[in-house]
């Protein structure tokens, strides 16, 4: 009865744990080598976040805005956190990091939380969106949350890009920005692909926006206004950098020049990722690989 909710699966590995949290409430404990179920435990509401694992314990959030702590061991929970909850349930998933002895996550409402990794207890939380977003949480999206260990940063669709004191809580800058794109920080610059298909390159610290670089210039106007980007990854000197249309697009990182546009396929595909060297991109149920 359960595989015909057609479940969505969140999962983690440590060792050969492999932690499985799904949006029908249910938490698993798996051994990676055998497939043998080590554990299963029932919530009281379905998950929609990544799941961080800790030494002993591991983290996701619900539904209902709550962090929720489990030991690893045998699945019971050592704390959990409410946050505000809202009217509706989030079409975005939320995103979780963990920074020294934090763990700071982000819930349907925009607020962005760190909490005390051992006692639950909350350290700072930082409200980002008016009240009147609560009843249009389906719309609001936003990006996984990174840090360089002194700062975190994000965006979301309502044009704002966020740069956090990780100690403290308080807005360094925040720019204008519009991407559910995670960021990727180099140095001490950040760059992001925003919905609408531009390249911004960023001063960390600063918050400036030193440069912008369409990536949909090729597109006649008609096609570009139905393409959104699906994920973006640097290699080396290139950015890849996946779109709705099927395609991928190959950037010179340093000049923001488009270098390829490849037809990977004619639907859906996912974000781009590296391993070893080589790029692989899932589409239809297979897997490419590129050089």
Request: net charge positive; charged share 20%.
């Amino acid at each position: 009865t359960e595989k015909k909710l057609n479940p969505k699966l969140l999962f983690s590995m440590k060792d050969k744990n492999l932690i499985v949290a799904d949006n029908i409430a249910k938490i698993f404990s798996v051994n990676s080598t055998s497939g043998d179920l080590i554990w299963s435990k029932k919530s009281d509401y379905p998950f929609n976040s990544q799941i961080k694992i800790y030494k002993d314990r591991f983290f996701v959030v619900d539904y209902k805005n709550i962090l929720r702590c489990f030991y690893l061991k045998d699945g019971s929970e050592c704390w959990n956190v409410q946050t505000e909850d809202s009217f509706t349930i989030s079409n975005s998933k939320y995103s979780l990091i963990i920074v020294s002895d934090l763990v700071i996550f982000n819930n349907s409402v925009g607020d962005i939380t760190a909490v005390d990794i051992l006692s639950g207890l909350i350290k700072w939380q930082l409200p980002t969106q008016k009240s009147s977003i609560i009843n249009e949480t389906y719309n609001f999206n936003y990006s996984r949350l990174v840090s360089d260990g002194n700062s975190i940063y994000f965006s979301n669709n309502k044009n704002q890009f966020f740069s956090v004191d990780l100690n403290t809580g308080t807005s360094n800058w925040i720019n204008e920005v519009s991407s559910i794109l995670t960021p990727v920080l180099i140095g001490n610059y950040i760059f992001t692909v925003s919905e609408d298909g531009y390249l911004f390159t960023i001063q960390k610290k600063q918050g400036n926006i030193i440069r912008i670089n369409d990536l949909y210039k090729n597109y006649d106007l008609k096609k570009r206004k139905k393409l959104k980007p699906i994920g973006f990854l640097v290699g080396q000197n290139n950015l890849y950098l996946t779109n709705s249309d099927g395609s991928l697009i190959v950037v010179k990182l340093i000049s923001g020049n488009i270098l390829k546009i490849e037809k990977v396929s004619r639907d859906l595909i996912s974000k781009p990722y590296i391993y070893n060297g080589e790029l692989f991109i899932v589409k239809n149920g297979s897997i490419v690989k590129y050089d």
